[in-house]
């Protein structure tokens, strides 16, 4: 069966440890491919992103060059209003009705999804690839949430195939400690190892975060 992977996210900018924890989610759920979805409203973090949404777009169309593995949709980009992950689900349900889809998210993520909207019908509607991200430990997880990991981790081991959700697994690889916040505050003074050079160079030919 396909299984193809979704990783959402405000990629402001795009990074290294993004291409990292993609690669690896790639790579241990052996996926056919890994669709990278820029943000546009997601009403869910309080974050005030310093880019428009076609810009962050571009950035991450830049990306993805480095594994043929990697794709990107604007689907949230186009979208108007908030962008509800539940929505962004069923959108690639429809258009991939055979595969198995798999949504990439941190750890922190984890722990805040009880506040995601329709959160119970998500974790019914995709599979999940969690990724440890600093000190953030399973120890910390809702309430809401206990009983729910472990059965989807049996899940994935005792039915491993089929185009439902309900699954989850723990990735062995961790998010690398890149920040698209640090990158930000540090693009003036010129540090742009953290990002692809044809990232950087649309951030300096588009004159973004320059101060």
């Not at 600093?134 to 059965?151: F, I, V």
Request: glycine share 6%; net charge negative; proline share 6%.
């Amino acid at each position: 069966m396909k299984r193809i992977g979704l990783f959402g996210g405000t990629f402001d900018p795009p990074h290294n440890g993004h291409i990292h924890i993609a690669q690896a989610f790639a790579n241990e759920l052996e996926l056919e491919s890994v669709i990278f979805i820029p943000a546009g409203e997601p009403y869910h973090k309080q974050v005030v992103t310093r880019t428009t949404a076609a810009q962050r777009l571009a950035m991450v169309e830049q990306m993805i060059a480095v594994d043929e593995r990697f794709s990107v949709s604007d689907c949230d980009v186009v979208r108007k209003g908030p962008t509800y992950t539940i929505d962004t689900v069923s959108l690639f349900h429809q258009v991939f009705a055979q595969a198995q889809l798999w949504w990439l998210l941190g750890m922190d993520s984890l722990l805040q999804l009880p506040n995601w909207h329709r959160y119970e019908a998500l974790l019914q509607g995709v599979n999940l690839a969690i990724a440890q991200r600093g000190e953030q430990r399973l120890a910390a997880l809702p309430a809401t949430l206990q009983q729910w990991l472990p059965e989807a981790l049996a899940k994935n081991l005792t039915t491993p195939e089929g185009n439902d959700g309900g699954r989850a697994v723990l990735l062995q690889a961790s998010f690398l400690p890149v920040s698209s916040t640090d990158i930000r505050k540090q693009w003036p003074m010129g540090n742009h190892d953290c990002v692809p050079a044809s990232v950087a160079e649309y951030i300096d030919r588009e004159r973004l975060y320059q101060a």
